[in-house]
């Protein structure tokens, strides 16, 4: 598991058809940020072999997300913030694809992954 200062990772929380998921997240208040975040996760190797990373967050300027190849799972992760009130902390949702496709499986695994991050807080 990355140790990288201020952030918490929950690693192996969910896995389905060789798709394996992880959830990262942590203080943040702009994209600059946000993508550092991703970046400094990504120096594990294990993490920079990852398929995508999926990242929502809330600032005092609206709200930001980047799909890293999901389509759509930014926007999920930002619904959820929204929901739960928390601005200023990313939620990043890791994914390393295991060879079969999820279809709509997947938008539930990231619902997951928020709810088992947003649990631990």
Known sequence: MPKTAG????DNIISDRGSKYAVTGGACTSETEARAMVAAL????K???AT???WGLITAE????ADDGEAGAGMVIVRM??????????????RWFGGKHLGGDRFRH???AVRI???DL
């Open 7 to 10: 952030m918490k990772t929950l």
């Open 42 to 45: 990504c120096k594990t190797r």
């Open 47 to 49: 993490f920079a072999k």
């Open 52 to 54: 995508h990373h999926s």
């Open 62 to 65: 609206g709200p930001l997300k």
């Open 81 to 94: 913030l929204e929901r739960e009130g928390l601005k200023d902390h990313v939620v990043i949702v890791t």
């Open 110 to 112: 990231i619902q997951e």
């Open 117 to 119: 991050y947003l649990a």
